[in-house]
């Protein structure tokens, strides 16, 4: 479990590709922080394991499905990520909720320059947008932010020069794919409320599928 409160940003130091898999090398100070074989990282936003560690870089494994669901199997070379150790019980938690398991990758379709923050619009399949409430929070590539606006296919973000300044977002532009993981607390809601009715989610949330099945 993971609060988007990014600590580090690694460098992406080598790629090793297994077949449909392969193994990821990451630069970065957290190497002198602790860090453990076998404990869980997310790296942009994807939890991953920490597989070896030597004096300037750690490897984490990647599955199939990992490159299949996520932006990992797009890195280059000397490219940024997003890193997060799993968080201690003892910790606050400054962001939210976060799994590291990754829903769906969105596109950054606008960045505007907003007085002292950036505004960002991310357009994103439907089927996850039903996730995304104003107000609420979303994890982009690891990072907890939280939603100003939802439209019929997009969200938007204001990011803080701070938050800019500690993250990849600093060089986000328009285009660029990106790691998303919606609200773990609405996807848990959504599936204690169907459970007995043997329906399948709707593709948004449906007032009257709620009303006839008794929920409101």
């Not at 090793?16 to 453990?36: K, T, W, Y």
């Not at 990992?66 to 890195?75: A, E, I, P, V």
């Not at 809601?189 to 329906?199: F, I, K, P, S, W």
Request: glycine share 10%; with cysteine; proline share 2%.
């Amino acid at each position: 479990m993971f609060t988007g409160l990014i600590e580090a940003v690694g460098t992406l130091r080598s790629i090793h590709r297994q077949g449909e898999g392969g193994r990821l090398a990451i630069s970065s100070a957290l190497v002198h922080q602790d860090l453990q074989l076998g404990e869980s990282i997310a790296v942009n936003g994807a939890c991953l394991t920490v597989t070896s560690w030597s004096s300037d870089y750690f490897t984490v494994d990647v599955s199939p499905e990992t490159f299949q669901r996520t932006t990992l199997g797009t890195l280059k070379l000397n490219q940024q990520v997003n890193l997060e150790r799993a968080l201690r019980l003892s910790d606050r938690l400054g962001g939210h909720l976060v799994s590291g398991h990754i829903d769906c990758i969105a596109t950054l379709r606008r960045r505007i320059q907003d007085q002292n923050a950036v505004r960002m619009e991310f357009s994103l399949p439907g089927d996850a947008l039903k996730y995304i409430v104003e107000k609420g929070s979303v994890a982009v590539d690891g990072i907890s932010l939280t939603v100003n606006r939802v439209g019929h296919d997009m969200f938007t973000i204001a990011v803080i020069p701070h938050s800019l300044e500690m993250t990849t977002l600093k060089d986000a532009h328009e285009g660029l794919k990106v790691n998303i993981e919606t609200d773990l607390i609405g996807r848990y809601v959504e599936r204690l409320l169907l459970a007995g009715t043997n329906q399948q989610p709707p593709g948004k949330l449906d007032l009257d599928f709620l009303a006839k099945n008794g929920f409101l």
